[in-house]
Structures are given as C-alpha cells and as structure tokens.
C-alpha cells in the first residue's frame, strides 16, 4: 500500500510539472473539489447541520447546487444528453489538447477499473464503518427503555439516561471515524482532479468523438467531488438518525439514512 501510495505519488506530481503552465487557466473543479465541507467534528454541530432529515447547512446545500449546476453545464455542453460512461478511451482523431485529455482520461480508466473503481470502494469502506458502529449502537437500544418521543416517562429517562450517554460517546467515536475516512478519501483522490483540470481547461474539442470524450472525462471528475461529499452526507443522516431514535424506530431511521445518502 505504501509502495502503491508513492508511485501514485510521483505521477501526479509529474503530471502536474508537465501541464503547470495551464494551472492557471482554470482549476473550476478542483476548486470545487476543495470547498466540499468536511463533516462537524462534534456532534452537536452534525446536529444542527440536518433538520427532520435534510441537510440545510449553507456550505453543504451550496456544494450541492454548485454540483448540479456543473452536471447541467456538462449536459448542455453533450447535446442535452449525461455523457456516456467510458470503460476506455477510443483513438481520437482532434487537436493536440484533445489528444493529450484523452491519454489523461485512459489513465485514469485504467487506474480505477475493476477492484480499483472508487465507487465500489467507497462503498465497501462505508459498509464497514457502518457496520462496525451500527451494531454497537443497536446494542445499546436493545438495553432501551421504549419511549415515545418526546419521552416524559420519569422511569424510562433515568434508566435511559447512562445508555444514552454511552451512545453520544458511541455516536462521537463514529463521526470522528468519517472525519477519517473524508481526509484519507479526499488525500488519495485529489491528484486526479488536480491532473484533470489543466488537460480539461485547454482542450476545446472540434469533432464530435472528441466533445463526447471530454464531457464524459468532466462528468468522471463531477464524480469525485460527489463521491467525497457522499461520506459527510451519510455522516450526517446516520448521525440524526441514531440520535433521535429513543422509540425503538432507529434500525428503521438508520435504514432510511443509508438509502437516503446514496441518493
């Protein structure tokens, strides 16, 4: 892993000597990629970023329309259609820019293909830190008093009450391992956005195999962004969801959450 994290290391880094001189023509996605909030660190504020089940915190719900906004860009830019989703790059008959864009996206095909694919990667290491947590949590619900919220039964608050702190210490632990897993995602992802934009920026395609090419290599590179915001949004779903569940309803919320953030 080591090995592998210092070769991967070393192409971006040549990458980005290589194309340094475009870097400030535009860097719209990496940008993007940059201002995708991390989530709260404490559990209040994952508290106070989601209201009855929505995320309404001004970056969050910003990043999201800033998202839609370059999906709908990339559509326009593709004839009105989402860019097919390639598994390689074809021979490109076009400009020296396009032809350059195109070897950066076979590159990075061929790099995240098979038990590489960042989606189904991302998706294992969420199922893990769900599971690793989820089932702790479920324990301690089962020790629960049932009560109907808001709970005003005196017998099933004090008994509830050193559970119900033993789950917020379970629930912190949790979301500082999302805070985790976002910085290590985000460290090991950046490079591609980072090596996308310079070759995305100045290329202008002329032939129709060469737009079709770039709107999908744009649309691959959208979806980075949106895998990294996936994880504070699951953050936060199962955040409210296990902390409001005092009624015996939370495997269902918690269930909800999960199929809510994969949205």
Known sequence: MILKSIANTRFFLAIAFTFSAFSAQAAALSDLYDKVPRPPSSLNTALSW???????????????????????????????????SYTS???????????????????????????NDPKAELSQRKRWLQMAYGGK??????????CAKPCTDPAALE?????????????????????????DWKKNRVGYIITADPL???AK????????????????????????????????????????GLDGSESDAITGATKKAAK
């Open 205 to 244: 395609p002329t032939t129709a195999e060469g737009k079709a090419m770039m709107a999908s290599y744009q649309a691959a590179m959208l979806g980075e962004v949106e895998y990294l915001l996936s994880i504070t949004k699951l953050c936060l779903l199962r955040a409210e969801a296990i902390y409001n």
């Open 50 to 84: 989601v209201k009855d089940g929505e995320i309404v915190q001004a970056e969050y719900v910003a990043m999201t329309k800033a998202i839609a906004d370059e999906r709908a860009r990339i559509i326009a830019a593709n004839g009105g259609k989402m860019p097919e």
């Open 200 to 202: 995305i920026a100045g």
């Open 159 to 183: 008994k509830n009450k050193p559970l119900l702190k033993k789950r917020n210490f379970e629930l912190h632990t949790e979301i500082q391992s999302w805070n985790a897993l976002f910085d």
């Open 89 to 115: 790059v074809p021979t490109i008959s076009d400009s020296p820019e396009i032809k350059a864009a195109a070897r950066g996206y076979s590159d990075y095909l061929l790099r995240n293909q098979g038990k």
């Open 137 to 146: 949590q479920m324990a301690l619900t089962r020790r629960m008093a049932p």
